[in-house]
Structure formats: C-alpha cells, structure tokens
C-alpha cells in the first residue's frame, strides 16, 4: 500500500503550512474559516461560533494550541474524544502517531 506524506507531518515546514493540512482532515472542521490562508484569530472566531463544547470547539482548540498562547483554552484530549465521531477520533489517533514538534 502507498502511503502519501501529509504535510502536517513533515516538521520542516512552518506551523502556518502544517496546521491547515491537519485541520481539513477534521471532518468537523469543515468549511472552518481562518485557514488559507493561516490566521488563529479568525479560526478562533469560526469555531467559537460553531458553539463550545462541540466536535469543532475540541479540534479546532487542538490546532490553535499547536499554533501557540492566546486567547483560547487548553485542549482537552478526554473532553475531545468524547464529542468528536469516529472519523474525528480516527484523525486525531493518526496525528498523534506521527506529529513532530
């Protein structure tokens, strides 16, 4: 089986090109504003709107503690997992496997 390296695996790249590649594998991040390209403050404003708690709340708060401080709250790996569906889980299993600070 051929395996395609995702951008947001390859370390090399800036946190402004690796970010949006693993946000559009959420499925609930789509449509997610603020990502191409990159601006945190604007994904912070889209998933707020998108209501707290929600799958896109944990995913995107995944991304914009990658990204780094601000205004928004730690990312809660157990609250995540239990809004998120299959597929959001089955994204973050494989980001987990492979992301490299």
Not at 24 to 33: E, I
Not at 62 to 88: S, T, V, Y
Request: with cysteine; charged share 20%; aromatic share 14%.
């Amino acid at each position: 089986m051929a395996y395609t390296i995702r951008a947001y695996e390859r370390a090399d790249l800036p946190l402004s090109e690796r970010l949006p590649s693993l946000i559009r594998r959420f499925p609930c991040l789509k449509g997610a504003k603020g990502i191409d390209p990159w601006d945190a403050d604007a994904f912070y404003a889209w998933i707020t709107a998108q209501g707290a708690n929600g799958p896109a709340f944990h995913a995107g708060h995944l991304a914009l503690n990658l990204h780094g401080p601000g205004p928004w709250q730690p990312f809660d790996a157990i609250a995540a997992a239990r809004a998120w569906g299959e597929k959001d889980r089955e994204v973050f299993v494989n980001w987990m496997r492979v992301w490299r600070f």
